[in-house]
């Protein structure tokens, strides 16, 4: 089945206000167990940008695992980037986390200023996966640490209702929709090993982790 596009920003106030609800414990878990996991050799005071942060779960999950990490959060979307406020509201961590409203590429991102670069569900938004991928080198220090997971497309529409129903079978509606839309404008492996060897990121590893997820992973070569 091939890619179907999707909005690459989630902007509507409706959409965005079930996503920011919605239950994604396991998967924000294992993100933060596999990054951890990753970058097990980084600086107790790391820089960390996360790429299309959302509603901010995953930099507020890094920020109370590494105290002394400093983490930019950065979305195209105000108003995503609205419930990640909040999200550091209730968790204090204004002064750790920094929200950064921002498209790449931006110029609102520091070059070469990274130790860890991470993104959680970003991939699929994207219409050309090409920006994300070139701007790896430019925005990290040497030797950085990269830990990026997102959907894995199924072959078919109706596999796609069916990982849906089987993971979140309790969520509204429109958030199921939303998934299934997601999961169509995923990428396969095969294609995200394409993407990397035709950026030069062949020290990457890419592999499938479970029903729903991929990950790259892999520290960058000093070039």
Not at 63 to 82: E, K, T, Y
Not at 127 to 138: E, K
Not at 185 to 196: D, G, I, K, P, S
């Amino acid at each position: 089945m091939r890619r179907i596009l999707e909005t690459e920003l989630m902007e509507d106030e409706v959409n965005v206000a079930a996503y920011a609800a919605a239950d994604f414990d396991v998967a924000n878990s294992l993100f933060v167990t596999l990054l951890l996991r990753c970058a097990s050799n980084a600086s107790a005071r790391a820089r960390v940008v996360d790429l299309g942060c959302g509603p901010g779960d995953i930099a507020v999950r890094l920020a109370q695992a590494q105290p002394g990490w400093q983490i930019d959060a950065v979305d195209g979307s105000p108003v995503m980037l609205r419930y990640a406020r909040r999200a550091l509201d209730r968790a204090d961590l204004h002064g750790r986390v920094r929200l950064v409203q921002a498209r790449l590429p931006s110029p609102a991102l520091e070059r070469a200023a990274y130790d860890v670069i991470v993104s959680n569900s970003l991939l699929h938004h994207l219409p050309d996966p090409v920006a994300l991928w070139r701007w790896l080198r430019r925005l990290a220090k040497p030797s950085a640490d990269v830990l990026m997971m997102d959907l894995c497309r199924p072959a078919s529409r109706e596999q796609a209702r069916a990982l849906v129903e089987t993971n979140s079978p309790h969520e509204p509606e429109v958030l199921k929709d939303d998934f299934v839309r997601s999961l169509l404008a995923a990428h396969t492996v095969a294609e995200v090993r394409q993407q990397l060897a035709a950026a030069g990121l062949d020290e990457l590893v890419v592999e499938q982790v479970s029903d729903l997820h991929l990950v790259v992973r892999g520290r960058l070569d000093t070039r």
